[in-house]
Structures are given as structure tokens and as C-alpha cells.
């Protein structure tokens, strides 16, 4: 797969993201997201970020955190 899709996801973060290194030595974390709450209910999205992304929002998000400061 080649490209990139640029999306927006507002949730809050139910798993403290954890910065990781890929075999090759790319860096990566996930989070778990809750969205929504509304008539459809909660959904859960796992959200995954690569290199420079990684290491910037790592660090800054957190348990419990529905949006950056």
C-alpha cells in the first residue's frame, strides 16, 4: 500500500499510548480511542501513528485526555 490517508478522530484516549520501534527501527504508537456517545453509542478506534508523528504525540497524550492543549 503507498500514500497516506490525513483524517480526524475526536475521542478520548482509553490506553496511554506507548512509543515503540518497528523491527526496521521505524518508531510507532498506538491508542485506543472511545468516539462517540451519543443515540449510536460508544465505538472504539485503535489509532496508529509512524515516525515524527510518534514521537511528538506519544509523550503528550494520556489516559483519560479527550483533546491536546
Not at 475521542?11 to 526496521?24: D, F, N, Y
Request: aromatic share 8%; charged share 25%; with cysteine.
Amino acid at each position: 500500500m503507498t500514500g497516506y490517508i490525513d483524517c480526524a478522530v475526536l475521542g478520548t484516549v482509553i490506553v496511554k499510548p506507548q512509543l515503540k520501534r518497528s523491527a526496521k527501527g521505524t518508531a510507532y504508537a498506538r491508542v485506543l480511542l472511545v468516539v462517540g456517545d451519543d443515540a449510536y453509542g460508544k465505538q472504539f478506534a485503535w489509532v496508529t501513528c509512524f515516525g515524527e508523528d510518534a514521537q511528538r504525540v506519544a509523550p503528550l497524550l494520556r489516559k483519560g485526555a479527550s483533546r491536546s492543549k
